[in-house]
């Protein structure tokens, strides 16, 4: 394999992040989340782990309102493909 690939829980990352770095559980709606920040900061870790290139990022979340404004600059990343489960 020369290639590796991101799966990221967007649930899982809005509900632990916050409490991770903060030591609290904040509502999703009042988190901000830098994306080219977090794709740099992930291929950065993946590649140095791997020793293979990034291949995608895949994130994905769950909805039962349609896609929201998060999501569709999450899907408009270069590189990374997100998915409505």
């Known amino acids: 394999m020369d290639r590796v690939a991101v799966f990221v829980d967007a649930g899982h990352l809005f509900a632990q992040g916050p409490k991770e770095l903060c030591g609290v559980k904040l509502p ?24 293979v290139p990034l291949l995608r990022i895949y994130c994905y979340d769950g909805t039962s309102q349609g896609p929201s404004a998060e999501h569709i600059v999450l899907a408009d990343q270069t590189g990374s493909w997100f998915t409505l489960d």
């Open 28 to 51: 999703r709606g009042s988190i901000g989340l830098d994306h080219t920040i977090l794709r740099a900061t992930l291929t950065e870790f993946v590649e140095r782990l791997s020793c």
